[in-house]
């Protein structure tokens, strides 16, 4: 497979694969009711991508919001990605955009840099 790309709607994000080319997106809003049947199948996704990951590996996160159900597979996603540095296997960049006004999501950001000693560069979204 050389890309995998779910379209957005209303409650799914936006998630993109490039196999080849490292890039990684996750993009909108996620707010399933039924995430146990969702996410179970798109980390199987990111899994083949880490099994034979690129060189380097960038990974974009830009969710205005998303539940907590979502969040525990979201935090999963990144510790699989994550596993990619500490394995030496892909030079891997996580790069999250968020509302500055958002402290559940900084919360998040800085829970996944603490627990999972991931680097993660947060980016606050420019406020006109």
Request: hydrophobic residues 35%; proline residues 4%; charged residues 30%.
């Amino acid at each position: 497979m050389k890309k995998f790309e779910l379209k957005e709607s209303i409650k799914v994000p936006r998630i993109l694969i490039d196999y080849t080319k490292g890039e990684i997106q996750l993009t909108g809003r996620s707010t399933i009711n039924n995430t146990q049947e969702f996410y179970p199948r798109i980390i199987e996704l990111f899994q083949l991508y880490v099994d034979k990951p690129q060189p380097k590996t960038n990974v974009l996160i830009d969710l205005e919001y998303y539940n907590k159900e979502s969040a525990h597979y979201l935090f999963q996603i990144i510790k699989l990605l994550s596993s990619l540095n500490e394995e030496n296997k892909s030079e891997t960049r996580i790069f999250w955009h968020f509302d500055p006004d958002d402290y559940g999501i900084i919360g998040d950001i800085n829970k996944l840099k603490t627990e999972l000693n991931c680097n993660i560069t947060a980016i606050e979204y420019e406020l006109a």
